[in-house]
């Protein structure tokens, strides 16, 4: 009998491309439905958008590319770009700037560069970076989050996001139902010379463990995450360091000068903390390689989210942390390559 | 003992061994024909000492050598040559000069082989000579002769003998079987073997997933009492088998980068090599048969068999109740790092260990992979049992980058697939590597060439300087005696 005479090895795992990007997507699901409880439906409108978009332009860029565009649309890799510049984003912005961040996000971040596994940016964040540089009013206007008062229904929010979503000027009907998120609120009142007990006090910018609103999404995301940890999807190194890159020194800061400088936890759970840990900085295509460098890379990417967050112009900050990291990962990867078996060190 | 200190990563597989291990090793009836390869697995083969119509008898030498990492083989049937001819082989390449005995159904036995009256009264180095007279070689995959292994163990002063009984590639059960069976074998073999190699201490290294055979060695043992006979039993993880992998695990040293585990004081041998080597010692016989795992889902009964070096596989899946649903690669060794034969009319060698046949079943989802771009994720490097960063690698195999691949460690890489294993964008990483190191043997022998052809150069023209030069003074020595005045017959003659 004749054989065929491929070689070794004969087997693989079969935990393909595609199954890492929709366990991710799966993973996500929690903090969406976090989102859309609390922040209204607007998520969703930004999700359709962001999907059709990149999609598009995906398939758009490897037919220009002169590539074959099925294998590409069917791994899921721009979708996980699409949901993630989705939650980044205002669950109010109109349409059309959601459309333009994902279609940028797919071609400046991705396809210029050679597309999938290419991009030195995580693309997602170009999007989300060059939005916020250019429309920062849009960009900085949440709905006020449900648990913040008890009169407002989930309904009304739907409207409003609708609203918001086809372009309405919402200062006309929905005065009062948009303001800044707790991150900036803070920096306003800090800036105003109140303290931060004072401003915590107030109860309409965090609630018993993190930011209102917020702080519901970031535990849901760290649900979803401490999933991807589990089932290996995510290794632990970058989440952990970028966790500890914003905790300790903010923990530092809080114990120095408890009136203006926020407490870990406030820290943790407000923002885009856990969908950066856990979703945005493990982007593996732009992060470090080797174990050691991931932990590099993440505590920078949690230190410069807490500069930002501290003294930067930005209330937040992740996304630029880790565009700033991802120009670093050539450099920690030159100097984190692991001791060979055998090799002196 | 040293500090237990673990080999980077590796990875438990799904084993698949209890398909072929639940049965006793099936002797299988003298097959009407072998075929031996002269090559054995090696890359070097042996020099036929028979001509086409020989008779020859069990044990007889059809093959010597004096390459040392070639060994003679042994006629394992009483029969008649019948050709010595470029055959199918499970070698590099696919092919090798095959020496091709039909058997006449006698049980003769070559005059050469008689007992060894004491193994012991004889001196390591004449202990290594019978060895490698006798076609010992390593029976654990590699092939390799064991005497030079012995010598350069000796050479190096190494004081532990590591017997590999890890056996930690899917699907291959073999040693395993053998331990259960002829333990008290495997022991008395590594006795003689820790003399052979001028070793101190001897350790037996057992996979913690194999009950069976730890219970009965460590019962072999007990009957032997000697202290510097232990076992050790490891955990189960692949590739914890792999030489340089075993002795980290078992002794806690690293061995060097482009060294030897002898240069870690270490010299490894499987333990059906120790096995073979008390066979030898026991009745003289030279190294005739092996204990061959033939399983997978395209045989009907998998099963380990005892057969003579040179059966043609189609024999031993005829023994295993044949073939069974649609066979699509018959696999010489395991999942992980066996070799896909194109034909089952190839023979047995010494290194083959194991018989695969796979299915759709077994082999389904490499066969449907797809190659998609490298996302960077690092699965790979978190598995690599040499610290490597095959993702790395990958781009310096595809850039063709010589620096590169020499300085993240290609030559570091022992082939044992886990990087492509794992690989969630499904590239044969493996075969990349392996692709990339003969580019480099290519490039240096290359670069060699084109030194030798610079030296020859280089000599040549000095040679003819030196001929010019010779010619030159001896023109001069000439001139000079028939200008010399007392010569010149004209002189004075004005």
Known sequence: MRFDTSPAPHVIAGYTVPRVMFQVLLALAPAGIAHVALFGPGLLLQLSVACVTALLAEAAALRWRGRDAAPALRDGSVLVTAFLLAFSIPP????????????????????????????????????????????????????????????????????????????????????????????????????????????????????TFGARGFAWINLAALAGGLYLVSRRIVRWH???AVLGGLLVPSFIAHGLDPGIALGPTLQAFSGATMLTAFFIATDPVSAATSDRGRLWYGAGIGLIAWIIRTWGGYPDGCAFAVLLMNLAVPFIDRYTVPRIYGRQP | MAARSRFPAGLALDTHKQQACGTPIVELALPAQVVLALDQGTGYGAEPVVAVGAAVAMGTLVARTDHPFASALHAPLAGTVVAIETRAAAVAGGRSVCIVIAGDGSDRVDDGVTPVPDADALSPDELAQRLRAAGIAGLGGAGFPTATKLASARDRRAQTLLLNGAECEPWICCDDALMRSAADDVVLGALILRRAAGAVRCVIAIEDDKPAAIAAVTGAIGRRRDDALTLEVIPAVYPQGAERQLVTTVTGVEVPSGGLPADAGVICQNVATAAAVARWATSGEPLLSRVVTVTGSGVERPCNVRAPIGTPLAALIAASGGYRGTPLRLIAGGSMTGRALPSDEVGLTKAMNCVFVATRDDIGARLGAVELPCIRCGDCASVCPAGLLPQQLHRAALADAHDALRDLGVRDCIDCGLCDYVCPSQIPLADRFRDAKRRLDEAAATAQKAADARQRHELHMRRLQEAATAEHRAFEDVRRRVRQPGDDPTDGAD
């Open chain 1, 92 to 207: 109010l912005l109109p349409w059309w700037l959601g459309a333009l961040g994902t279609a940028l996000a797919v071609l400046l971040g991705k396809h210029v560069f050679g597309g999938l596994g290419q991009n030195p940016f995580n693309p997602a964040m170009v999007g989300y970076a060059i939005l916020l540089v250019a429309f920062p009013a849009e960009m900085t206007r949440w709905p006020v989050p449900m648990d913040v008062d008890g009169t407002r229904t989930w309904s009304e929010l739907a409207r409003m996001s609708f609203a918001g979503f086809c372009g309405a000027d919402l200062a006309a009907r929905w005065d009062g139902y948009t303001g800044a998120t707790a991150l900036d609120s803070i920096r306003n009142g800090l800036g105003l010379r109140y303290t931060l007990p004072e401003l915590l006090a107030r109860g309409d910018i965090a609630g």
């Open chain 1, 238 to 240: 970058i989440p952990v």
